[in-house]
């Protein structure tokens, strides 16, 4: 898949509450829960010239009470980022996007792995604790997984409890993996490979060819991990984010 395309999978399988088309760029909000969700996407031709899609963008966000915020692709317009830099617009997150096919995977689904359709409140519950959410954060996570439309909310399970937690959004036949978190306690034992075997085992049984998912570019320990689970990089990206008003070009 290409850059675009790996980009508006990951937008349609972690939804927005609203957006708002400007040419190709996609204006995304979720009440601020993630900035994946609460980002201007910037593939493609905006219509505008790219002073007055800034503007746009910025004013659309103040708008709405939130951080104006741009996500940074490689196939975002060349001259964007430095536009953004000149207007004191910060850099945010960097982040890798990872993809792997799962065409010839070996694995069957493990008898540890429980999938459920729907995200029910001992799932969310358990994502929120272990990733020590605020209640408002955690109702803002509820309300946004339960807009994915196709999904397995995974557990991991043995005679010890449930040890890890993850969600694969499917579309068509791909998938993205996301919200995996493992047991405070069970962190460092091999449950998170594990896991994530599992999870690839149950998207390519959905009929997943691929998987994607997204690291922090801080997060040297999960980018090891998915290393050696055979994930390879598509692409980086990063945020924009603007934190402090700007005079428009009058556009």
């Given at each position: 898949?290409?850059?675009?395309?790996?980009?508006?999978?990951?937008?349609?399988?972690?939804?927005?509450?609203?957006?708002?088309?400007?040419g190709?760029?996609?204006?995304?909000?979720?009440g601020?829960?993630?900035?994946?969700?609460n980002?201007?996407?910037?593939?493609?031709?905006?219509?505008?010239?790219?002073?007055?899609?800034?503007?746009?963008?910025?004013?659309?966000?103040?708008t709405?009470?939130?951080?104006?915020?741009?996500?940074?692709?490689?196939?975002s317009?060349?001259?964007?980022d430095?536009l953004?830099?000149?207007?004191?617009?910060?850099?945010?997150?960097?982040?890798r996007?990872l993809?792997?096919?799962?065409?010839s995977?070996?694995?069957?689904?493990?008898?540890?792995?429980?999938?459920?359709?729907?995200?029910?409140?001992?799932?969310l519950r358990?994502?929120?604790?272990?990733?020590a959410?605020?209640s408002?954060?955690?109702?803002?996570?509820?309300e946004?997984?339960?807009?994915?439309?196709?999904?397995?909310?995974?557990?991991?399970k043995?005679?010890?409890?449930?040890?890890?937690?993850?969600?694969?959004?499917?579309?068509?036949?791909?998938?993205?993996?996301?919200?995996?978190?493992?047991?405070?306690?069970?962190?460092?034992?091999g449950?998170g490979?594990?896991?994530?075997?599992?999870?690839?085992?149950?998207?390519?049984?959905?009929?997943?060819r691929?998987?994607?998912?997204?690291?922090?570019?801080?997060?040297?320990?999960?980018r090891?991990?998915?290393?050696?689970?055979?994930?390879?990089?598509?692409?980086?990206?990063?945020?924009r984010?603007?934190?402090?008003?700007?005079?428009?070009?009058?556009?």
């Amino acid at each position: 898949m290409s850059v675009s395309e790996i980009e508006l999978l990951a937008h349609r399988t972690w939804p927005c509450r609203s957006q708002e088309m400007l040419g190709d760029w996609i204006l995304r909000e979720a009440g601020g829960f993630t900035r994946r969700a609460n980002s201007c996407l910037a593939v493609g031709d905006p219509g505008l010239a790219l002073p007055c899609a800034i503007d746009r963008v910025e004013a659309w966000y103040r708008t709405k009470e939130l951080e104006p915020c741009i996500k940074i692709t490689p196939a975002s317009h060349l001259e964007l980022d430095g536009l953004l830099e000149k207007r004191g617009w910060s850099i945010a997150t960097p982040t890798r996007t990872l993809v792997r096919s799962l065409e010839s995977n070996p694995s069957e689904p493990s008898p540890e792995l429980i999938a459920s359709a729907i995200p029910d409140t001992d799932w969310l519950r358990t994502v929120s604790l272990w990733d020590a959410e605020s209640s408002d954060k955690a109702r803002q996570h509820a309300e946004l997984a339960l807009r994915i439309s196709s999904a397995g909310f995974l557990r991991w399970k043995t005679d010890r409890g449930v040890l890890a937690v993850g969600l694969v959004a499917l579309l068509g036949s791909e998938s993205f993996l996301y919200d995996v978190v493992v047991h405070p306690e069970a962190r460092g034992q091999g449950i998170g490979r594990a896991f994530c075997v599992a999870a690839m085992a149950w998207g390519a049984s959905c009929g997943s060819r691929s998987m994607a998912l997204q690291v922090l570019d801080s997060n040297l320990v999960a980018r090891g991990l998915y290393a050696s689970l055979g994930f390879m990089e598509s692409h980086p990206y990063h945020y924009r984010v603007a934190t402090s008003e700007h005079r428009t070009c009058g556009c």
